[in-house]
């Protein structure tokens, strides 16, 4: 059986490091900002804050460690980019989360507070698009020089 074939989630997700798993805390906390941040205008809406911030934080790790998963098989270039795909779903769906529940039990907001709540996913959604595109060109890039510099010596 060959190394790729023994990949779990688990080993997946140890193979992080200490840097993958310190962006998911960090993304941990910057959900939980936001839920505060965001507390006095969900109550208005109709929109339970307790219930938004346990839904936040509860998808805020798995959508830390899905993008830190996604980034780092995305730049292995021993492994196919469709290996990817799993976790990237993982992203999607832990971002549209929080959103869904707003959307949802706010039965129906002002229209400027419905705009204003999609240009906030749109602007965070597209920043971490670029972000995980960033990371995953930047590490393909410092392999490349990595590998011209073993053939040189």
């Known amino acids: 059986m060959d190394q790729h074939s ?23 906390l910057f959900s939980a900002a936001r839920a505060l941040i965001a507390w006095p205008a969900l ?6 804050p307790w219930v938004f911030l ?10 830390g460690l899905a993008q830190a998963l996604t980034v780092k098989i995305l730049r292995d270039q021993h492994r196919p980019p469709s290996e ?6 993982v992203v999607v769906a832990m971002f549209l989360l929080p959103y869904a529940y707003i959307f949802l039990s706010s039965g129906s907001m002002p229209l400027l507070a419905t705009l204003g709540v999609v240009a906030w996913m749109l602007i965070f959604g597209v920043l971490a698009a ?17 590998r011209e510099a073993a053939q040189l010596h």
């Open 6 to 28: 023994e990949r779990t989630l688990w080993s997946d997700v140890r193979s992080l490091g200490v840097w993958g798993r310190a962006w998911a805390v960090g993304i941990f």
């Open 130 to 146: 670029l972000r995980i595109r960033r990371q995953v060109r930047d590490g393909q890039e410092s392999d490349a020089v990595g």
């Open 84 to 89: 990817a795909v799993p976790w990237a779903t």
């Open 43 to 48: 109550g208005r809406y109709g929109v339970n």
């Open 54 to 63: 346990a839904i936040d934080l509860v998808t805020a790790l798995p959508y």
